[in-house]
């Protein structure tokens, strides 16, 4: 019995045909794991880019509405203290950001820390709020970005009878 079974592992045809089929399996499974990885890769990118676009939209749109200083300076325009400037003409919307300006009556004097007179100058506090979109059309699901910037417009006062 015992030289029987020490006959059975002398004979190796078919050895060859066990390995190639491991081999097989373990090249399928690196394959597959290798193009998960690449997958999952390209989506993470696309994701990054689609927050990217986001942010560059809504700064835009702080940066368009910076531009214009009469946006800071329009009498009967604040409806309940705010404003949006793209209600205007005058103001482009390359980047499609909804922007509201809101004026603070409430604050008053110099911002901290900025080393200016308080007595020669008003000041008028503003927060801009910008919301920007991916502008892709590929994505159903939009990446979407707030900035907001506190904006101190100086104004110069007359002091003294000037």
Do not use: W
Request: net charge neutral; with cysteine; aromatic share 8%.
């Amino acid at each position: 019995m015992m030289n029987k079974s020490i006959g059975i592992f002398k004979n190796e045809s078919g050895v060859a045909l066990v390995i190639a089929l491991i081999m097989m399996i373990v090249m399928t499974v690196i394959v597959l794991a290798a193009s998960f990885t690449s997958i999952f890769e390209i989506k993470l990118a696309g994701n990054k880019r689609g927050s990217t676009d986001a942010f560059y939209a809504a700064d835009s749109g702080v940066q368009v509405a910076l531009a214009r200083i009469e946006n800071f300076n329009l009498p009967g325009q604040y409806v309940d203290n705010k404003y949006n400037p793209f209600t205007n003409p005058q103001n482009p919307n390359p980047t499609n950001a909804e922007v509201t300006i809101t004026f603070d009556p409430i604050q008053q004097g110099a911002p901290r820390g900025t080393g200016i007179s308080a007595t020669s100058f008003e000041f008028n506090h503003y927060m801009i709020e910008s919301k920007g979109k991916d502008q892709t059309e590929l994505s159903p699901i939009k990446s979407q970005c707030t900035v907001q910037e506190k904006i101190v417009r100086l104004i110069p006062t007359m002091q003294g009878g000037y």
